[in-house]
């Protein structure tokens, strides 16, 4: 099997569960130099000895991140985390090493590029096992995380809201668990104090019981936080009002977009995942039906398990709504890969039989060549949501894909005095004709079933 490994040295706070990282401080960037110099040497023999991946059929067809770019996706997630980045390494073997990934002479390498720069933190582009971040911990002589733990740092920087914020901390805890043993003092922490050890258990025992008793705790809390979506939810499905929810890869522009046509003012951001609490805004579509748009987390290339499971029910709202709006970077050289990759994830979620329109945004940073060839059809469209363009467009074909309160047109004979429903016929409805005549007001109106039903008893 092919591997690719990737290596970051960076600063990064202390980790713990429930807490956001510690800011970071600056690195030295003396490695850079070291690793172009030994690229240079290497880099014929690594191309030539590279191993090819064997994949069954099925696989072959999802576009894949190649090294390059996984190593520049890793760069991305670092910096979003505070990281200053001090060096770069990518290194190619036929298989892992179930001990340390890698071989232990690159290991005694990194050690040495570590010690140069005195750097305090390793950042590996693959899941580690718990044996094996000891064993390259104990070699390369600094802190080692995995690509899952920079990603759940990520998240518990960005949550603000209790539900963000246990939702990170179940992540964390559920990546935890495995990986207690041996982690010494570090994890001893965890359980001190008088009565909190039973007759005979030990450390790691004591350890692991503390993190079943708060996976307990932050579930109850967040199916607490579920019942009450689930409450609300119901109140807003009592009335027939559809949900539209903006899914795609993370910083593909669902915030700015989402903001563009609700006009809310969600935070905007470059770096990954910026978005993390749910945020649903109403608005009146062209033919004057009311909708709900959901704004998502991002999601990304091998999204951590832990982190499908700990925002299900932020991700409801994908699995309930009536039209998924995909939005792609259609700037982005990876765009089809990224797209791959949230396939991945809608099927996970079972949403992915569900009505979708793909929104490629980010038309504004194509070149004038590319924006001419671009070209809308029946399930793609394409808007620079920075600039407002392709939003009209959007619109109506948003309300063309919803099924739900459908559109008819009436003629009404109402009194003038009815002015909370002339107001409503007012924001709610395309009127045609309008005349007033002894008292009354005749209208000829398309409005949605919903606001046709409240005026039905005027009907001509």
């Known amino acids: 099997m092919g591997l690719d490994y990737r290596k970051r040295s960076a600063k990064s706070g202390e980790h713990r569960a429930g807490k956001r990282p510690a800011k970071t401080s600056k690195l030295k960037a003396a490695l850079l130099a070291a690793q172009s110099a030994r690229s240079a040497a290497i880099g014929a023999s690594e191309d030539a000895g590279d191993a090819q991946a064997v994949r069954p059929e099925s696989a072959s067809q999802i576009p894949e991140f190649s090294a390059q770019e996984s190593l520049d996706e890793l760069r991305a997630l670092a910096i979003s985390a505070g990281a200053e980045i001090a060096g770069e390494l990518l290194q190619r073997r036929d298989r892992p090493d179930p001990a340390t990934l890698i071989g232990k002479g690159k290991l005694e390498e990194i050690a040495g590029a570590v010690a140069s720069v005195s750097a305090d933190l390793v950042l590996f582009d693959h899941d580690l096992s718990a044996s094996q971040q000891r064993n390259i911990e104990k070699i390369v002589g600094t802190r080692v995380i995995d690509r899952t733990q920079l990603i759940l740092d990520i998240f518990a920087r960005h949550a603000r809201t209790r539900e963000g914020q246990l939702q990170v901390e179940l992540a964390q805890l559920e990546y935890m668990l495995p990986r207690l043993a041996g982690r010494g003092i570090e994890m001893s922490q965890l359980g001190g104090g008088i009565g909190t050890r039973g007759p005979g258990e030990t450390q790691l025992e004591t350890d692991r019981r503390k993190i079943y008793r708060s996976l307990r705790h932050v579930k109850q809390q967040l199916e607490n936080v579920r019942s ?26 669902k915030s700015t977009l989402f903001n563009v046509l609700t006009r809310s003012a969600v935070l905007e951001s470059p770096k990954m995942f910026a978005t993390l609490d749910p945020t649903i805004r109403a608005l009146v579509l062209p033919s004057r039906r009311q909708v709900l748009f959901s704004d998502t987390v991002g999601f990304i290339r091998n999204l951590p398990h832990t982190l499908v499971s700990a925002f299900r029910a932020t991700l409801e709202e994908v699995q309930r709504a009536e039209l998924i709006l995909h939005v792609s970077d259609a700037s982005s050289p990876l765009s089809a890969e990224q797209d791959a990759q949230v396939e991945i994830v809608l099927r996970e979620l079972e949403a992915d039989s569900k009505p979708r329109l793909r929104v490629m945004n980010k038309i504004d940073l194509l070149t004038a060549n590319q924006r001419d060839k671009v070209r809308n059809d029946a399930n793609t469209l394409y808007v620079s949501a920075i600039e407002g363009v392709g939003i009209g467009p959007l619109l109506d074909r948003i309300d063309e894909m919803l099924k739900g309160d459908p559109i008819g047109r009436i003629r009404l004979r109402i009194p003038q005095q009815e002015g909370k429903l002339l107001s409503l016929l007012e924001a709610r409805s395309r009127i045609y004709s309008r005349q007033y005549k002894d008292g009354l007001v005749e209208l000829e109106i398309e409005a949605p079933a919903s606001v046709l039903r409240r005026a039905k008893q005027w009907v001509i």
């Open 228 to 253: 009450v979506r689930a409450q609300q939810r119901q109140r807003r499905e009592s009335e027939p009002v559809a949900t539209v929810a903006l899914v795609g890869y993370t910083n593909a522009g």
